[in-house]
T-cell receptor, first 116, second 113 residues
Framework: SQKIEQNSEALNIQEGKTATLTCNYT??????LQWYRQDPGRGPVFLLL?????KEKRKERLKVTFDTTLKQSLFHITASQPADSATYLC???????????????FGQGTTLQVKP | DARVTQTPRHKVTEMGQEVTMRCQPI?????VFWYRQTMMQGLELLAY????????DSGMPKDRFSAEMPDATLATLKIQPSEPRDSAVYFC???????????FGPGTRLTVT
């Protein structure tokens, strides 16, 4: 069955450093991959989408890579700040026969703690 | 700032009671998703709709759960009868079928005693 693995252990880093989170998947060939941020008591918030034919995507201090051969995505936050502390979820999706996006399969998430 | 709204935000009920959760998707979005989140299982898709038509409800226990979209501005998720194992946070999300990204509501925290 389809499986998405994110590091279940919390990632603790110092402010100003680059945080790197990993998302690995098996038994799936997604057309796109997304990253979401979730704060305690709130719903996930969309951050970035990367398609299978894209290797890398950037948005401000965020960078996502997508390696369909390794079946892995890396999510980087550069110059991290305490405000970046949250749980980050990886999600995979596919297109239907009409090219529409649809349902997502989510990983369990990795909690990032940025210390001042 | 358009947002997905969900009601109620919190619900405590006794086993066997009916629970109805409501969601108002963002205006203009044509896909709506219901998720359940627990510590053990993470975020699981229960059902999703496109243009108000149900496309996939394979993640939903059919005997007790039902999801509908009476109109484009309202999606409902019902549990009847509720059980303690249904205790979780239920999220609604909406999006566009060519966009990919989903916009989540604040969730309904359900506790069944």
């Amino acid at each position: 069955s389809q499986k998405i693995e994110q590091n279940s252990e919390a990632l603790n880093i110092q402010e100003g450093k680059t945080a790197t989170l990993t998302c690995n998947y098996t038994n799936y060939s997604p057309a796109y991959l997304q990253w979401y941020r979730q704060d305690p008591g709130r719903g996930p918030v969309f951050l970035l989408l990367i398609r299978e034919n894209e290797k890398e995507k950037r948005k401000e201090r965020l960078k996502v890579t997508f390696d369909t051969t390794l079946k892995q995505s890396l999510f980087h936050i550069t110059a991290s700040q305490p405000a970046d502390s949250a749980t980050y979820l990886c999600a995979l999706g596919n297109l239907d026969g009409s090219g529409n996006t649809g349902k997502l399969i989510f990983g369990q998430g990795t909690t990032l703690q940025v210390k001042p | 700032d358009a947002r997905v709204t969900q009601t109620p935000r919190h619900k405590v009920t006794e086993m066997g009671q009916e629970v109805t959760m409501r969601c108002q998707p963002i205006l203009g979005h044509n896909t709506v998703f219901w998720y359940r989140q627990t510590m053990m299982q993470g975020l699981e898709l229960l059902a999703y709709f496109r243009n108000r038509a149900p496309l996939d409800d394979s993640g939903m226990p059919k005997d007790r759960f039902s999801a509908e979209m009476p109109d484009a501005t309202l999606a409902t998720l019902k549990i009847q009868p509720s059980e303690p194992r249904d205790s979780a946070v239920y999220f609604c999300a909406s999006g566009r079928d060519r966009g990919g990204e989903q916009y989540f509501g604040p969730g309904t925290r359900l506790t069944v005693t």
